[in-house]
């Protein structure tokens, strides 16, 4: 149990589907991040978000938009992915942006149809 | 940008064996993490490494952080089933901490 949880932990869905990743840390931190995992390939952060404000997109194609509510809830909204977007992603939270440790949570396997 | 690379890609060991897993960058580490990741789950927090020549443990498992804060090790003692998994190296990217850079890991199995 990290403290951060995610759902849901499977996720299939078609091309022109709308569907949304949620993410909830009780931890009391301020930083959030959505990454990507890829077979063969190191985690890619997606975007960052401290005290609810995102502070870094990192080129990451609008299909997928990030909302962060507040410092304990992040989502990944989806809408029409693509097949290569099929992969496993992963929230994670820290205290803050300032090199603390990242806590992850246990990620949300998606397949894109 | 900071690119780790580790070795080996993968390992496996026959269980009570000790084994290394390496880290290393082109630049200065500036924080250094490693992880635990298990098959399609999150990453498990290991340990973090600042200083150069620190060195940290906990349980059989004992990281290191060169002089130089460009190589780290990560070393398992009398390896076990439990060990198994795919070891993340992951790096602050400069000063600010703002960002991880990870390496693509390292898959350990221990055979019992």
């Known amino acids: 149990e990290t403290g951060v949880t995610q759902t849901p932990r499977h996720l299939v869905m078609g091309m022109t589907n709308k569907k949304s990743l949620k993410c909830e840390q009780h931890?009391?931190?301020?930083?959030m991040y959505w990454y990507k995992q890829s077979a063969k390939k190191p985690l890619e952060l997606m975007f960052v978000?401290?005290?609810?404000?995102?502070?870094e997109n990192n080129s990451v194609p609008s299909r997928f938009s990030p909302e962060c509510p507040n410092s304990s809830h992040l989502f990944l909204h989806l809408h029409t992915l693509q097949p290569e977007d099929s992969a496993l992603y992963l929230c994670a939270s820290s205290q803050d942006l300032g090199g603390r440790a990242q806590h992850f949570g246990d990620g949300t396997r998606l397949s894109i149809l | 940008s900071q690119e780790l690379e580790q070795s080996p890609q993968s390992l496996i060991v026959q269980e009570g064996k000790n084994l290394t897993i390496n880290c290393t960058s082109s630049?200065?580490?500036?924080?250094l993490y490693w992880y635990k990741q298990k098959y399609g789950e999150g990453l498990i927090f290991l340990m973090m490494l600042q200083k150069g020549g620190e060195e940290k443990s906990h349980e059989k498992i004992t990281a290191k952080l060169d002089e130089k804060k460009q190589q780290s090790s990560l070393h398992i003692t009398a390896s076990q089933p439990s060990h198994a998994g795919i070891y993340l190296c992951?790096?602050?990217?400069?000063?600010?901490?703002?960002?991880?850079?990870f390496g693509e890991g390292t898959q350990l199995t221990v055979n019992p």
């Open positions: 992951g790096a602050d990217k400069a000063t600010s901490g703002s960002r991880l850079t």
């Open positions: 931890l009391g931190h301020n930083a």
């Open positions: 630049k200065t580490l500036y924080g």
């Open positions: 978000y401290n005290f609810k404000e995102q502070t």
